[in-house]
Nanobody, 124 residues
Framework: QLHLVESGGGLVQAGGSLRLSCEAS????????VGWFRQAPGKEREFVAV????????WYADSVRGRFTISRDNAKNTVYLRMNSLKPEDTAVYYCAARDSPHRATTEQLYDFWGQGTQVTVSS
């Protein structure tokens, strides 16, 4: 089993920044692609960003491209999501997820392990 723990969420004003972390334990992390998803109140969970096993390949949802940056440090078993220029519509519970494949994917059904989520609230 791969255990994922998110941290770094909180309350921030519009235009501000946060950095989320997703720390993995339990298995070798390097062979997993990792994605970030989010779920706002009353809405379905949606894809935010993904990074492949090496960190060389990333992809973003249109709504966050140019504002969010995903990165990873395999030596620390951690994936990060840097969020800049935050908007009230970014308010959601953010989840990291890992898939047992080195390649990125944007569909949540392709992910095998999930964290418990961290709340991000952006005030206007």
């Amino acid at each position: 089993q791969l255990h994922l723990v998110e941290s770094g969420g909180g309350l921030v004003q519009a235009g501000g920044s946060l950095r989320l972390s997703c720390e993995a334990s339990g298995r070798t992390f390097v062979s997993y692609a990792v994605g970030w998803f989010r779920q706002a109140p009353g809405k379905e969970r949606e894809f935010v960003a993904v990074i492949d096993w090496s960190g060389a390949s990333t992809w973003y949802a249109d709504s966050v491209r140019g504002r969010f940056t995903i990165s990873r440090d395999n030596a620390k078993n951690t994936v990060y999501l840097r969020m800049n220029s935050l908007k009230p519509e970014d308010t959601a519970v953010y989840y990291c997820a890992a898939r047992d494949s080195p390649h990125r994917a944007t569909t949540e059904q392709l992910y095998d392990f999930w964290g418990q989520g961290t709340q991000v609230t952006v005030s206007s």
